[in-house]
């Protein structure tokens, strides 16, 4: 049974979303030539509630002469010729251009993908420009492991109107994040992949081109019954390195786009992007490859970004044991915050997987209390700041949510989970963010360790947050403290933090302080052994001469339990 939606103005609140999503399904359930018909019937009166739907399922394009158009009027049908030559089989995707389709060139006998550019793509110079360099650029890279671009077209119809198309090689497959939902990649399927990927980003690197926005999901693997083949798609925001008469540069300071979960720490700056930002993005998704999982993750295209800028990576193994220990130096070098500290070109990533151990001999496997070698290139990095949460995404709108707990400095803060759609593999919009400021904490109770200091609480941030974060750095722990003084305290005791930790998110204590919750006691300056107290939570990083016995990092293991709290054990060692 269908029932109308009530006309109270433009769709807000959880009920009436609710409704639209039980409508659309409904909706896209029904053949094409149908669906006007089913809107007109349960839209009656309610323009707000249709416009929902017809930009739900396709059928408006955002621009008032299509606004309302049957979604036969919008869609190729089967059998549809295009531009006298291609000949229309079937209706693939609908992307932010435009829809994908698969045809046949009737003049060569092959399949092709066509993709049709939206009216307001043509209309605006900027999505036009970056639908024109997807062909320049895949023209102009020729490897086997980049999809071939053939041309754009024009297709006029009887009535006057014409329609921009671009076609371009026919793969059929899955993307490479649809092969990874279903599980991590074995090493030794994942090593000729990998070996493709970077051959790929190599003949671009090589090309002057660099990628911008290489992800799992710009990669296409085909292949029958045997072995997959890894193909990178979407050159849609590659640029030359270098600008010229014929190519306006977007790569420049002051511009960010990408998908957050994979940009490296100088796109998400809006720095220039170059091949040591691509290597990034490989080592990214060899991380997400083996693991399961992107290294840094969270809610919003926000705080991943604030992630990828002030976190470290757990290393690949904390999350596989199993893996060589050479994965995690190859990987964790790719994914270093400095470019020049990373691998100089694509191939050489690849020669250090099937080279010796980078650092030496390798580790021993990896416990999951280990301690994560804790890296020396940690910076202090001023975060981007700006007055709107609001950005245009380069495939469309995202939008922020205030309600997102509060950010921090990674080396206090917490690392949140992925769900599914979130906004970590959204295109991150050109302009710049700004941080919600972090919740002021309570203050905690003094150590009850006779001459020692008391334990300082996070320090409070939320009115300089208030005022803009462009007047002054992200708020950061301190270094821990290299000089270790005598101790005569306490040879055993309890350390209390106060806090929610969603799952696999961390939060790391150094120096006596935390970024976000609180602590009501502190570790020792001594060497320690520590002992987790709580439900799900396992030790990352323990005390050690490293560290110089000033940092603790702890992780909330489970996959769907919040932890309220921890509590920690710990024992001089004498």
Not at 285 to 293: A, H, P, S, W
Not at 505 to 529: H, K
């Amino acid at each position: 049974m269908i029932t109308k939606m009530p006309s109270d103005g433009p769709v807000a609140n959880r009920q009436q979303r609710e409704r639209i999503a039980n409508l659309y399904v409904e909706a896209s359930g029904l053949p094409v030539e149908q669906q006007r018909a089913f809107l007109d019937q349960v839209c009656s009166g309610d323009s707000s509630m249709r416009a929902e739907l017809e930009r739900m399922l396709g059928t408006d394009s955002g621009s008032p002469e299509q606004a309302g158009r049957p979604p036969a009027e919008r869609r190729l049908p089967p059998g549809r010729d295009v531009a006298g030559r291609f000949r229309i089989r079937r209706f693939i995707a609908h992307g932010g251009m435009g829809d994908v389709y698969e045809a046949e060139d009737l003049e060569l006998r092959e399949r092709v993908a066509l993709k049709t550019v939206r009216a307001e793509v043509v209309e605006d110079p900027q999505a036009l420009s970056r639908f024109k360099r997807e062909i320049l650029v895949g023209k102009k890279i020729t490897h086997p492991n980049v999809c071939r671009v053939h041309d754009l077209g024009i297709d006029r119809t009887p009535g006057g109107s014409t329609m921009l198309f671009l076609t371009m090689e026919f793969l059929d497959g899955e993307t490479l994040s649809s092969r990874i939902r279903r599980g991590p990649i074995p090493q030794n399927e994942a090593v000729p992949l990998i070996e493709e990927m970077a051959g790929a980003l190599s003949a671009a690197h090589q090309a002057g081109i660099v990628h911008r926005d290489f992800k799992s999901g710009n990669v296409m693997l085909v292949g029958a019954e045997g072995r997959a083949r890894a193909i990178i798609t979407d050159f849609g925001l590659a640029r030359a390195m270098r600008t010229s008469d014929s190519t306006v540069s977007m790569t420049e300071s002051g511009t960010t786009m990408g998908t957050p979960a994979y940009m490296a720490p100088e796109q998400v700056r809006g720095e220039a992007a170059t091949p040591a930002s691509d290597i990034y993005a490989l080592g990214v998704v060899m991380y997400e490859m083996l693991t399961g999982r992107c290294p840094f993750v969270g809610e919003t295209p926000l705080v991943v970004g604030t992630k990828q800028l002030h976190e470290e990576p757990a290393p690949p193994r904390t999350l596989a044991p199993h893996l060589d220990p050479k994965w995690d130096q190859v990987i964790l070098r790719c994914l270093r915050k400095a470019p020049g500290e990373r691998f100089s070109s694509a191939p050489a990533v690849v020669a250090a997987l099937a080279g010796p151990a980078l650092d030496g001999p390798a580790a021993a496997p990896v416990p999951p209390r280990s301690a994560a070698r804790p890296s020396p290139r940690r910076r202090p990095i001023v975060l981007l700041s700006a007055a709107s949460l609001l950005a245009v995404g380069a495939a469309g709108w995202w939008w922020i949510h205030s309600s997102h707990p509060p950010l921090a400095d990674g080396r206090g803060s917490v690392s949140e989970p992925l769900p599914a759609g979130s906004g970590a593999n959204r295109p991150l919009a050109p302009g710049s963010v700004s941080v919600p400021p972090p919740k002021e904490t309570a203050e905690p109770a003094t150590l009850p360790n006779a001459g020692a200091p008391a334990v300082k609480p996070a320090e409070p941030v939320a009115k300089k947050a208030a005022a803009g974060m462009a007047s002054g750095p992200t708020p950061k722990l301190p270094p821990p403290r290299a000089v270790l003084q005598p101790y005569g305290g306490p040879l055993r005791g309890v350390l209390r933090w106060s806090g929610r930790l969603a799952p696999h998110e961390s939060v790391t204590i150094q120096a006596g302080r935390v970024l976000t919750g609180a602590l009501t006691d502190d570790l020792p300056r001594a060497p320690v052994t520590v002992e987790v107290d709580t439900k799900w939570v396992v030790v990352v990083e323990e005390p050690s001469e490293r560290n110089h016995w000033d940092r603790l990092v702890l992780r909330n293991n489970s996959d769907n339990e919040t932890v309220q709290g921890i509590v920690v054990r710990w024992s001089v060692i004498r």
